[in-house]
Each structure stands twice: as C-alpha cells, then as structure tokens.
C-alpha cells in the first residue's frame, strides 16, 4: 500500500512543478481584473469632468457674448448721448429759448443711460468707424510694425524710439546701427521697411498699411493678415470668427448656435436665406427659454458675414442694442 501511494506521487510529478505557475497566473489575472476596473472608472471620471469643461466653456462663451452685447448696447448709448450733447451745442451758439429744456434732456440721458426714442436715428458713418477702432492702438506700440516683436520693442525703446513718429525718422542705417549692438543673433533682421510703415502709421494711413503689410510675412508672397491687423485682434479691437460661426451673428450664443445647426442651418449664407418666421418657429420648438431672443436681424447680419462684409456687419451691429434693431 505505501509502495503504490508512492508511486501515485511520481506520476503526478509535474503537477506540483505546475500548480505554482497556475496560481501565480490566477493571481495575475485577479490584480488586472483589478487595475482593468480602476482604469476604467478613471475614464469615465475623466469623461465627466470633460463634460464639465465643455459645459462651463459654454458658459464662458454665453458671458462673453453678453459682455459684447453690453458693450455694444453702451456704444449705442454714448453714440445718443453725444446727440443730445451736440444739440445742446448747436443751441446755445442760435442763443435759442430752449437750451435750458435740451441741457435737461441730455442730463437725464447721460443720469439713466437708457436710449430714447428716435424719429431717425444717424447711420454709422464707416470712417468715423474705422477712426475710433484704430484710435486704440497707442503710437508706442512698435509691435505693429511687421518685423517687430516685444524682444525688438523693448531693444528700440532702449534705443531711444518710443513712438512711431520717432521710428519713422530713422534711417536703415540707424536702425542697423541699434541691431548691431546686440550680437550676431540681430544682423539676420531687416529693418528696411520699419520707417515706411511707421511712417503710415503715424500719420493714421491705415488702409495703406495694412496694404503693405499684406504678404510680408509670407515666403510664398500668399496673401495673410497684417500685423496691424492681428495685434488688434489679439487685443479685442477686432473679431475673428471661424469660417460659418453662427456666433458672429449678435444675439446668437452656443446654445442657439446648437439650435439652428440641428434644424439644418449651419452656414451663414444658410441663415440668410432663412426666413425670420421659420427662425421663430425654431425658438419656439426650443421652450419657454428662447421667447426672448428676437432673429429679426439675423439674416440680414448673417449676409453681411457670407459676403464677407465684415466693415459693414461692424456698423450695422454698432447701430443694433443686443442684435435687436431699436426702431
């Protein structure tokens, strides 16, 4: 009897060497069962907060869009207000009985800051436009000089050349003069065109030099935005909006963006052409939420944007009160 338990055990010889294999391999599988379950619940954390993200980006961009209806409303605002100043004006110099009624009017305009109704109301004048959106741009801001970066302004205000009426009196030579002080790194740049451009930009010929700018910073001579043109952007001076952003229309936030791209507008030449009755319709399909919003303006603007008429749409939204025409 013992000789043939012993015998049992040599046949089964090679499962004991296998049985430490088969456990170490049940327990492998139990501790990336484990991790496989902890991976998968960081995902679906890591999913909802980006759901959060998303959220509050939106968020974000519905209070910039109140913000740049604000402003647009205050523009509105000051634009009445200078009217009334302006009256006030006109009839104190004809010595008229009714100064003293029109200073009241415009000092209650200027108290509450709420608009009064108009007969007619001026339209923007472009120029006067362009004027007040360039005027932003301090003279010492070199940096819209194409060639010109905040490591190169500050090497010029150090220099002595603060503005751009001083950058302009400056010959090649003395800029490369300046340039040499500071090493090899430095006589690569070409400041030959600096003083033609500050030039322009001193004496506010600003067409001019967004013209020649246009393809400077191009290899291929393609024609890019200027410099001028992207520092006021980086600034906030002026928009720029992706090709057929709803968002570019005023009174459109991402959520009425969603709205009309799910009813199938998503263009801005789509939008144009929608009437304003089916935008309605699409507003009123949404909730309760949405009977604020007026699209009454919403095609027109979207028609400046699909023609790329962007002065134009700039003028037209400076007249509009929150994208809504105030007559």
């Known amino acids: 009897m013992i000789q043939l338990s012993i015998f049992n055990f040599c046949d089964w010889w090679w499962f004991w060497w296998l049985l430490p294999f088969l456990l170490g391999l049940l327990l492998g599988w139990a501790l990336w ?17 980006k759901a959060k993200i998303r959220g509050l980006e939106e968020d974000l961009d519905a209070c910039r869009k109140k913000g740049s209806d604000l402003s647009s409303e205050i523009a509105t605002l000051k634009g009445s207000l200078r009217e009334k100043d302006a009256e006030v004006d006109r009839l104190k110099r004809s010595g008229g009985g009714n100064a003293k009624a029109a200073t009241a009017t415009s000092s209650i305009a200027a108290s509450s800051m709420a608009p009064k109704v108009e007969e007619k109301k001026a339209a923007p004048v472009k120029s006067n436009v362009k004027a007040d959106k360039y005027a932003k741009l301090k003279s010492d801001n070199l940096q819209i000089i194409e060639g010109v970066g905040p490591k190169m302004e500050s090497v010029l205000h150090e220099n002595g050349v603060a503005t751009w009426s001083e950058l302009s009196g400056k010959s090649e030579g003395d800029l490369r003069g300046i340039l040499d002080k500071y090493g090899d790194k430095y006589r690569i740049i070409d ?10 930009a001193a004496n506010g010929q600003w067409d001019d030099l967004i013209a020649l700018q246009k393809g400077l910073g191009s290899q291929t001579g393609a024609e890019t935005d200027s410099k001028v043109e992207k520092i006021m952007i980086k600034l906030g001076i002026l928009k720029q909006w992706k090709e057929n952003d709803l968002k570019a229309v005023e009174g459109i936030g991402p959520k009425i963006e969603s709205l009309l791209n799910n009813a199938g507008i998503t263009t801005w030449a789509g939008l144009a052409s929608t009437s304003v009755s089916k935008l309605k319709e699409v507003l009123e399909a949404a909730g309760d939420r949405y009977k604020l919003a007026d699209p009454g303006t919403w095609p027109k603007q979207a028609d400046y ?14 007249f509009l009160q929150g994208g809504k025409n105030p007559g």
């Open 33 to 49: 069962a484990k991790w496989r379950r902890m991976y998968e619940e960081a995902q679906t954390e890591i999913g909802n907060y």
């Open 305 to 318: 944007a699909a023609k790329g008429q962007w002065d134009e749409l700039e003028e037209y939204q400076d």
């Open 191 to 200: 400041p030959s065109d600096w003083p033609a451009q500050a030039k322009l």
